[in-house]
């Protein structure tokens, strides 16, 4: 079973540029594609950005493209998020997410493994 644990929430002013963090273990982890994922209150989980296995191909939310860049370092299995320009409206609990590459399944759809989650609060 793959796990992962996010770090690197908190809360934050707007403006500010907080770097998550998301560890996988008990996965061959290149294989895997990583995406972070948010839902804030009273909404739907929504996607943040994704990244292929080999780190090669990104995908972005338009609501987030151009402010944060989605990284990973595969000999530490790690995943990062680093969320510049922050606004009120990225207040959300961010997820870490992994599916395995060969399954191409759009980040557009909810699948694979997920972790608990870190809390961005944004105060403006």
């Known amino acids: 079973q793959v796990q992962l644990v996010e770090s690197g929430g908190g809360m934050v002013q707007a403006g500010g540029s907080p770097r998550l963090s998301c560890a996988a273990s008990?996965?061959?982890?290149?294989?895997?594609?990583m995406g972070w994922y948010r839902q804030a209150p009273g909404k739907e989980r929504e996607f943040v950005a994704g990244i292929s296995g080999s780190g090669g191909s990104t995908d972005y939310a338009d609501s987030v493209k151009g402010r944060f860049t989605i990284s990973r370092d595969n000999a530490k299995n790690l995943v990062y998020l680093q969320m510049n320009g922050l606004k009120p409206e990225d207040t959300a609990m961010y997820y870490c997410?992994?599916?395995?590459?060969?399954?191409?399944?759009?980040?557009?759809?909810?699948?694979?493994?997920w972790g608990q989650g870190t809390r961005v609060t944004v105060s403006s």
């Open positions: 997410n992994a599916r395995r590459s060969a399954v191409l399944i759009p980040w557009t759809r909810d699948y694979g493994y």
């Open positions: 008990r996965v061959t982890f290149s294989s895997y594609d």
